[in-house]
């Protein structure tokens, strides 16, 4: 028998990116011989950060009224109500919002998150057109490309690339280019931003703002790796936000991945919608992340563990794994981009000989496992040689790792450079 899939069947089992990548990790880690993971974005099993989850799981243990809330009740469509709560009150008091759970929607996991957002604003409506979301920035989150039901929701532009000292640059938006004449359901930007590391300054957030409301649509700022939680930034930056912005949020980058929480704050009229989107797809979202966490998000000591714990670790990774790349390429022709944020360096080849996806078969076939640059490009059409000159290379993993992985990858491309 042969089988026949929808328009909507055949969209999401097509080859993409995103599935490339979980495909390669999850073969990777059945491996016999295990690859050297430097490719990934699962966060750095940070040991004080699972001492702390292993005491919170133990305190629901010893509760039956928190341990039946985590595992034998459905939550609220919107979310697990008390976390909900409590975070609407941290928010309120870190940045002087006046926020309540009506602001507040849970998701099963970031990815489901901008799957429901970006489908409920942009495509077809029923007027005839079909407004798409514009991200002023690319390269981009690798998971926006394919989230479309309807096909390709995005519209994107190059940025300026600003050259700057000890062989780093620095994407900035070019607003001059921005497509602002065609018809928008949104603006979208991550900050700090996956693959780049970079983070839009306040000025930037401030223009694309404005620029979302004259044109009357939503500002969605992906906040996975910002502030409050888990606060993964290297440079200043300032959490904004007002009734026309849609703040996304995760509990995956404190080092929860495994309990897919993905967290949107917005106005009212849009978390009813993704309310009633959630009950429709999945009756309720889970809870063990929520009842997990919200004894920390209460007290505030998920911002002060953010503060005084992640952040220091993953600079201290991020100055290490810059300082093994730089030894690696040094007499090469490359750049890095400023590491502002985030869990990745961004690796631009300007004289690579071969595309970056050549490369990444290249380093796959020796072990190392990375992303070619390429899929980071979602909605721009043009031919640029730079989205096949760069590599997004993560330093999350085991220390000995990461340094045989960038040795490896230094080694690699001075074969490549010397044929």
Known sequence: MTLEFSSF???????????????????????????????????????????????????????????????????????????????AALLNREHGWSLGPENIALTAGSQSGFFLLFNLLAGPRPDGSSPRVLLPLTPEYIGYADQGISGDLFVSRRPLIELLPDRQFKYRVDFDRLPVDQPLAAICVSRPTNPTGNVLTDDEVARLSALAAARDVPFIIDNAYGLPFPRILFTGASLVRDENTVLCMSLSKLGLPGVRTGIVVARPEIIDALAGMNAVTSLAVGSVGPVLLRRLVETGRITQLSRELIQPFYRQRMEQALGWLHAALDGLDYRVHKPEGALFLWLWLPGLPISSSELYQRLKARGVMVLSGHHFFPGLDDDWPHRQQCLRITYCREEEVVQRGIRLLGEELRALFRA
């Open 9 to 87: 069947g055949r969209r999401f089992t097509e080859p993409t990116g995103t599935r490339e990548l979980m495909e390669d990790l999850g073969a990777a880690m059945a491996a016999d011989t295990p690859a050297m993971m430097l490719g990934g974005g699962n966060p750095a099993h940070i040991p004080g950060m699972l001492a702390v989850f292993r005491e919170e799981f133990a305190a629901i243990l010893d509760s039956e009224r928190e341990f039946r809330r985590m595992v034998a009740d459905y939550a609220d469509p919107a979310g697990e109500q008390s976390f909900r709560q409590a975070l």
